[in-house]
């Protein structure tokens, strides 16, 4: 069953893709290796482990909330769940500041990445389902438009099974430094 963000069943996509497991840079496009390095979140607030899939039109990326991180003590205490503002953050950080990233490196060059640092500014989002401690999940993020270093993305978030557990649209900006 198809969410209500899907793209419609119609719709093609012509997909110029990279793959995790390259590792060089093709013209002013990053590889999703290079892309994950320059997401300026870094651990213990990066919420991407891998970035599988990245083209000018969508990413996907993945994430597994480790059961050790301390928000769990307190969120809920017997019965942890993920925050959902973690979960609207994981999406940010995938469907918008690296898809931000690599749009801005592919119309403005390498000097672009170092020149802007892409910013969240708003989502709306509606949630389905919990994430547990321990659980993977997977990002999706379609570009709605992106002009003037401004980016409005589709995202979805998965369970592993391919349960859908949040979905909206996610906006940020390209800002320089």
Request: with cysteine; proline share 7%; charged share 20%.
């Amino acid at each position: 069953m198809s969410s209500p963000f899907s793209p419609p069943a119609a719709a093609t996509f012509t997909v110029a893709l990279f793959t995790s497991t390259e590792a060089s840079t093709v013209g002013n496009l990053l590889t999703p290796v290079e892309l994950l390095a320059a997401v300026p979140q870094q651990p213990p607030f990066r919420f991407i482990d891998e970035i599988r899939e990245v083209d000018d039109d969508h990413i996907v990326a993945a994430y597994r909330f480790r059961p050790e991180a301390d928000f769990y003590r307190g969120h809920f205490p017997g019965n942890p769940v993920t925050p959902g503002v973690l979960l609207i953050e994981a999406m940010a950080q995938a469907g918008v500041v690296a898809l931000g990233i690599y749009l801005l490196s592919k119309t403005g060059g390498p000097r672009a990445i170092d020149e802007f640092v892409t910013l969240f500014t708003e989502a709306a989002v509606e949630f389905s389902g919990v994430v547990a401690p321990g659980e993977t999940v997977t990002t999706t993020g379609h570009k709605l438009f992106f002009r003037m270093r401004k980016l409005r993305s589709r995202v979805e978030m998965h369970r592993a099974d391919g349960t859908l557990v949040c979905a909206g649209e996610l906006s940020g900006i390209g800002v320089r430094r």
